[in-house]
């Protein structure tokens, strides 16, 4: 197949794959932030589609195939809840973080806002004027960097990949349910096997998930932030590499594994 055919389908795929994330439909205290609308806290009815474009921005600039893959637990209020993309927040996308870039993330340069800045919710300054920032967010693209990986070559994923939050909170992050894990998995499994099919060009060859990578096989080398995530992809039978959560004072145990970890690994750039 030649290349531009391929990039095609590959496009053709990313498509499908966020009309499927589009059409997910979880309980009450289930945010879906390429479907659902806030008035309270979204900028308008276009914020889905505003999040849903942000995403596919994101995965087709890495549709080359990336060498690595880190999946977290599930999406955050102050992360992909308002950007549309994993473990990203909205200040990095507008150009306000300290040391994420928007050029980073997106290669055509600045996101769009999709808070509301002006939401009765959102209460200090720092937030309503440049979005909201995510902590862990910031340890796992800030290690990328110290590492030397081209944030190109790295996808960043939750297991669950919508925003689970507390009854009647809608700016409040829960931990995901067993079910919702299970489902969640599902698509992170597909997300693998399209971005294994970037490197390989082959069906049979993307849908081998099973190991890690080797030089003969260069599957992308995937990194489990936290334990809900690595046991997931463990009984799908996903090899990942186990990372601490930086949450709760594991920034810098995160860091160090992370290094560790790379340093070894058969494809390293």
């Known amino acids: 197949m030649k290349n531009a055919e391929r990039q095609v389908e590959l496009e ?27 008035p309270t806290l979204d900028i308008s009815e276009e914020a889905p589609a505003i999040r849903r474009d942000q995403l596919r ?35 990095m996308l507008l150009g306000f973080h300290d040391e994420i870039e928007s050029s980073m993330i997106l290669p055509h340069g600045e996101g769009q806002r999709t808070s509301l800045a002006t939401s009765p919710l959102i209460t200090k300054a720092k937030v309503r004027k440049e979005g909201f920032n995510e902590p862990t967010d910031t340890v796992v693209w800030t290690t990328l960097l110290d590492n030397e990986i081209n ?20 700016l409040s992050n829960r931990t995901p ?3 919702e894990l299970a489902i969640g998995g599902t698509f992170a499994k597909e997300l693998l096997v399209l971005n294994n099919l970037a490197l390989h060009g082959q069906v049979e060859l993307a849908q081998a998930l099973g190991s890690a990578a080797t030089e003969e096989m260069p599957n992308s080398s ?18 990942s590499y ?6 709760n004072g594991g920034a810098q145990q995160y860091r160090d594994q992370f290094a560790e970890i790379y340093s070894f690994l058969p494809n390293r750039a």
């Open 12 to 38: 053709a795929k990313v498509d499908q794959f966020i009309e499927r994330l589009a059409s997910y439909e979880g309980s009450p205290t289930v945010f879906n932030p390429w479907r659902d609308y806030e």
């Open 57 to 91: 921005q994101y995965l087709v600039a890495r549709l080359g195939g990336c060498p690595y893959v880190i999946i977290a637990e599930a999406m955050g209020y102050q992360g992909g809840r308002f950007s549309g993309i994993a473990i990203t927040c909205e200040r």
């Open 151 to 170: 944030p190109y070559e790295a996808l960043l994923w939750n297991i669950f990949p919508f925003h689970p939050h507390e009854a009647e909170n809608l």
């Open 177 to 179: 349910t067993e079910a």
């Open 222 to 239: 995937v990194f489990a932030v936290g334990r809900k995530a690595y046991g997931v992809l463990e009984e799908q039978r996903i090899f």
């Open 242 to 247: 186990s990372l601490r959560h930086p949450a």
